[in-house]
């Protein structure tokens, strides 16, 4: 419909003959129709696009609901559809990555000839070690091209790797290499971040004090700086590389299409962070047609993620999305603004991107800057934008459609989740757009928006946000945790999954996200759970109690506030704020750093003992308290 619905209502951008002509996907509509008709005929036709070493016997299992299985009986293997099937064709000596240091001073490319040779050669020795098909494999890195290695080589011998952002700290990375049971920790000596270095591999011994089932470690250089190596467990790669087992093809693991990929660990609403379990025939698809018909992809581009591979974005978007797809993806270990503001357009001008994805947060923090610095570039090589992580505010929005696409590019807006594993409301390149709004559901899916009962509300109302079709890329199950997957996200609106999010949609059926309506904080479109962060503040000798909430920032979205009771014997002060500042940071990384920590006699909680955040928020913003009726005395 969008494409050719002419009066829509709002401040609405259409997109151009130039971008129409140019999009792989022209009819919006038509397609929509075809996967809201034939579910399983939309996603089949995908997969057939992709290579099966045996093909599915049925589409959708939904029998066992929600745990959905697609395309079963299938055998498949997400890296061979990464890499390997291009080595068939000219894409062969095409670049697969393109890689720049954060100081500019060095800069590396692989064909996907030369990404395939790496990615044999981590698996060869990644099999080396005792890892095998189902083992699970910590990966705690910077943004190196080694990462993406390690990812491809997990998969492709059928271990499962469980990525841990490299800005998190020991206890994070602790509680998820215990979790996943590692039995390999894949890390390097350090990384880069605004100059500064960062030890990861000091992080990982301290974390590994209480890691019994890892065996070994691999530690891959880049900073060059010392660092302890512990005999028989700890080995470099450059060290293992030489070695004959290195060499060689490694077998690709025929697995089956439900067999997990990854798990990636995610913030709930309490409790410790949930391992989200994806699949290689699902995941594969998903985030296959999701890129394709978004972004757009095809061979003349050069794709710029700005995700780090730590999170969901850098997975399906920075590695396997565009590499399926067989792009020319682009990767940069620093951030945008280091050393001058300038850093991230002169990467564009610079590798001609054309390509280019990052989030709300970055551009309101480079807006703030000013107009100049992206206008010493040439960015004209850009055809398409997108955003992620958080809703975008229009002013950011107009700003990146102006100062950076030179109001020629359309913006994709894509709401999704670590569950969905890939875009599921987004335009694509020939859908009008609205600043603000992730405008529809991609095709195949359905979403709704609800009151507290499961019913509808009417267009314009906020309310719930669910989806009601199954989808390949979706989460199977919350790792070693399949009641938790059901209470987390089914058993609200049995049968309609629960995103955790509310909404509004208006009239021309496009959906505007408003925020978590769980305890969820996005910081700087980073997911960070409340209880992780109280659980930080725990450990100090100071606090008896604490709450963490996430209050409105400026650049960042939302940054967390805390408020903390002290046990006797503390008295509040500047100083133990800012401690306890430091302290959150040093246990789960400078992420998770406290805007601000205040000091409270007493924590608002109900009668059964759980603390009312909302009422410290209303509270923080000088707004309403709400309904007090269940506080306690
Ligand atoms: C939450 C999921 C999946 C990409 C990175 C975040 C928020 C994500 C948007 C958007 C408004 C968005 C939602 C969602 N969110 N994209 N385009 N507009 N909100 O993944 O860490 O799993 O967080 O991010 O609140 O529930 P995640």
């Known amino acids: ?186 890390t390097c000596d350090g990384a880069y971040q605004n100059g500064k270095l960062v030890e990861l591999k000091r992080i990982v011994d301290e974390a590994l004090k209480h890691c019994p089932t890892v065996e070994n470690v691999i530690v891959v250089r880049r900073t060059g700086h010392e660092v302890p190596m512990e005999s028989m467990r700890d080995h470099w790669y450059h060290d293992m590389c030489a070695l004959p087992i290195a060499n060689g093809k490694c077998p690709t693991e025929e697995m089956d299409a439900e067999d997990p990929l990854f798990i990636l660990y995610t913030s709930g609403s309490t409790g410790k962070p949930k391992a989200i379990l994806h699949t290689h025939g699902g995941y594969m698809v998903g985030t296959y047609a999701t890129l394709k018909y978004v972004f757009d992809i095809n061979d003349e581009d050069r794709f710029w993620c700005t995700a780090d591979p730590g999170w969901i974005t850098g997975h399906s978007y920075l590695v396997y999305g565009p590499l399926v797809n067989g792009a020319t993806v682009f990767m940069f270990e620093g951030g945008p603004a280091y050393p001058y503001p300038n850093r991230w357009w002169q990467l564009i001008e610079r590798f001609g991107i054309t390509i280019f994805y990052t989030a709300p947060t970055a551009i309101r923090g480079l807006m703030r800057f000013g107009e100049a610095w992206p206008n010493k570039h040439d960015l004209s090589s850009l055809r398409l934008l997108g955003t992620v992580g958080e809703p975008i505010n229009p002013e950011a929005w107009k700003w990146f459609y102006r100062v950076i ?30 600043p603000g709004s992730g405008t529809r559901p991609f095709f195949g899916q359905v979403a709704e928006i609800v009151d507290e009962h499961g019913n509808p509300v009417p267009d314009g109302s906020e309310g719930y946000l669910v989806l009601t079709r199954p989808w390949p890329s979706m989460l199977r199950t919350i790792y070693k945790d399949p009641e938790r997957y059901i209470s987390q996200y089914w058993s609200k609106y049995p049968g309609k999954y629960m995103t955790g999010d509310s909404a509004r949609r208006d009239k021309d059926g496009y959906f505007w996200i408003i925020g978590r309506v769980d305890d969820v904080i996005k910081v700087s479109g980073h997911r960070l759970g409340t209880a992780e962060i109280e659980s930080a503040l725990i450990t100090h000798p100071a606090v008896a109690e604490s709450a963490a909430i996430g209050l409105p920032h400026e650049i960042k979205g939302q940054a967390i506030h805390c408020f903390v009771q002290l046990k006797p014997g503390f008295a509040p002060s500047e100083e133990l704020s800012e401690e306890l500042r430091q302290h959150v940071a040093r246990h789960l990384g400078p992420i998770a750093r406290p805007e601000e920590v205040r000091f409270i006699d007493k924590l608002p909680k109900t009668r059964s003992g759980k603390i009312m955040r909302r009422v410290l928020k209303a509270r923080a913003q000088g707004l309403p308290e709400g309904d007090l009726s269940t506080l306690e005395e």
């Open 405 to 434: 696409g030179k109001e020629r590019c359309p913006i994709m807006d894509t709401w999704w989740q670590t569950e969905t594993g890939a875009f599921m409301i987004t335009p694509t390149p020939v859908v009008p757009l609205k």
């Open 1 to 186: 419909m969008p494409a050719k619905q002419t009066q829509l209502e709002g401040e609405v951008y259409y997109p151009s003959q130039e971008v129409i002509q140019q999009a792989v996907l022209k009819d919006w509509d038509e397609l929509a129709q075809f996967a809201e008709r034939d579910l399983e005929g939309f996603w089949e036709r995908e997969a057939e696009q992709l290579v099966w070493f045996k093909r599915w016997d049925k589409v959708l299992d939904a029998s066992q609901a929600p745990f959905y299985k697609w395309f079963v009986g299938g055998k498949v293997n997400i890296a061979y559809n990464a890499v390997d099937r291009h080595l068939l064709t000219f894409r062969k000596n095409k670049l697969a990555l393109i890689w720049e240091a954060e100081d500019g001073k060095s800069e590396r490319t692989f064909s996907y000839y030369a990404l395939n040779r790496e990615v044999n050669r981590m698996a060869n020795i990644i099999k080396s070690m005792g890892v095998g098909k189902g083992d699970r494999v910590t990966i705690y890195m910077g943004r190196i091209p080694e990462i993406v290695f390690a990812m491809l080589a997990c998969a492709k011998i059928g271990a499962i790797h469980s990525v841990v952002f490299g800005g998190f700290s020991v206890d994070a990375l602790q509680g998820r290499i215990a979790d996943s049971e590692s039995k390999l920790v894949i």
